[in-house]
């Protein structure tokens, strides 16, 4: 007689969630209201307000894509059922029944935690800029390393990306760069990023190997479009016209076709501010000017919506300065290996994982911090 290879009161709890998580969705009614918004779309003036087109559309899409998670998890318990009959008749199915497992596990997992990314700006890209602490060359190669670390936690979640500029460091790392993660919910997820990292480890560019401790600041925006409107004045824009080179110019131009904006202004509670955005992905100059202004518009809304959320004591600023007690996280690397958030006390001893992109639970943790704190209000 065959024994399962998988706890059955664990898959029941799976199960469980599943058909919980119908309900949160609201899973007929999300039916309805696509077929209610398609019959928008045939109307021959649907077209004549193209910015409220687009953002039917766009509900359309992220309806769509509810729907088709949830479908994809019932689908697994489905294949998942199936392989436990295979099991019981004797057939040796152990490794594709764990499998299925763990797959629905993890997709369920995100799909809770997406169900609970209710912001307005929660479904938009996500654009993110890192800046080198104090320290040169130490602080340089600290943010070359998280560069790395969320290209590669992108790539793993399938998520696009497209380096957007990219400095090199004078003698490794980086000066300074900016991607963005194109995709549904990057922003939602990579929020929980937006702040200042500390690394502290024996230095490879110290000939008595010392420990040093080296910062670097995330910055995350969204990406906003055309539904939304950031007013500035133009004429208080900066522009500097550079040549792509470095990691991020896949063409390194021998002409100066990238391009820096620059703003200084004053934000709604009276705060002076420099904003700068670079762009040397595309072929002309007028294309990375477009996509700057895009992006320096996107950094300024961003630090709007932070004026809001410091109003309300929902979120730190995410643009402390890069020094000793503002940072999010501490990565240790010596005399210990430890990865701890600062905001949700979550750590790890898995340094190599986290490193590698794997940085999904402090990115669960935290969403589920800010959840409940806004449940408690």
């Known amino acids: 007689m065959s024994t399962t290879t998988v706890n059955t009161d664990h898959l029941n709890d799976l199960f469980e969630r599943v058909d919980a998580l119908r309900g949160y969705l609201d899973y007929e009614q999300r039916k309805v209201n696509i077929i209610e918004l398609q019959e928008q779309t045939q109307d021959p003036n649907f077209w004549d307000d193209p910015d409220e087109a687009r953002r039917i559309m766009k509900k359309i899409d992220h309806e769509k894509s509810l729907i088709a998670a949830w479908d994809e998890l019932d689908s697994l318990r489905d294949s998942i059922q199936v392989y436990q009959e295979f099991e019981e008749e004797g057939e040796e199915v152990g490794d594709e029944l764990q499998g299925e497992v763990r797959r629905l596990e ?39 390393m998280l560069y790395r670390m969320y290209t590669r936690w992108a790539k793993n979640n399938d998520y696009e990306l497209s380096v957007i500029e990219y400095q090199d460091g004078e003698e490794a790392g980086l000066k300074s760069a900016t991607i963005q993660v194109h995709g549904e919910f990057a922003y939602g997820f990579l929020k929980a990023e937006s702040g200042v990292h500390r690394l502290v480890r024996i230095s490879p560019f110290d000939s008595n190997s010392r420990r ?103 979120l730190e600023d995410s643009k402390s300065k890069i020094e000793w007690g503002s940072q999010i996280r501490s990565y240790v690397f010596h005399p210990y290996n430890m990865v701890k958030d600062h905001r949700t006390d979550y750590e790890t001893s898995n340094t190599e994982a986290v490193m590698d992109g794997e940085i999904d639970e402090f990115i669960n943790e935290y969403l589920l911090s800010i959840s409940s704190s806004s449940s408690e209000e």
């Open 106 to 144: 993890q997709k369920l997992d995100r799909l809770e935690l997406q169900n609970m990314l209710s912001g307005e700006d929660d479904h938009r890209d996500a654009l993110l800029t890192f800046n080198p602490g104090a320290g040169g060359t130490e602080s340089q190669d600290w943010a070359e």
């Open 212 to 314: 040093h401790t080296s910062f670097c600041s995330v910055f995350v925006s969204p990406v906003i479009d055309d539904t939304i409107e950031v007013d500035i004045n133009e004429s208080e824009v900066e522009l500097q016209r550079f040549r792509a080179s470095g990691a991020g110019g896949q063409h390194v131009n021998k002409t100066e076709t990238a391009v820096r904006l620059i703003w200084e202004g004053e934000l709604s509670d009276g705060s002076e501010e420099r904003v700068a955005a670079e762009c040397q992905q595309e072929r002309s100059q007028k294309q990375n000017r477009d996509k700057a202004m895009t992006l320096l518009k996107s950094k300024i809304y961003e630090l709007e919506k932070q004026i809001k959320e410091r109003e309300k004591q929902k």
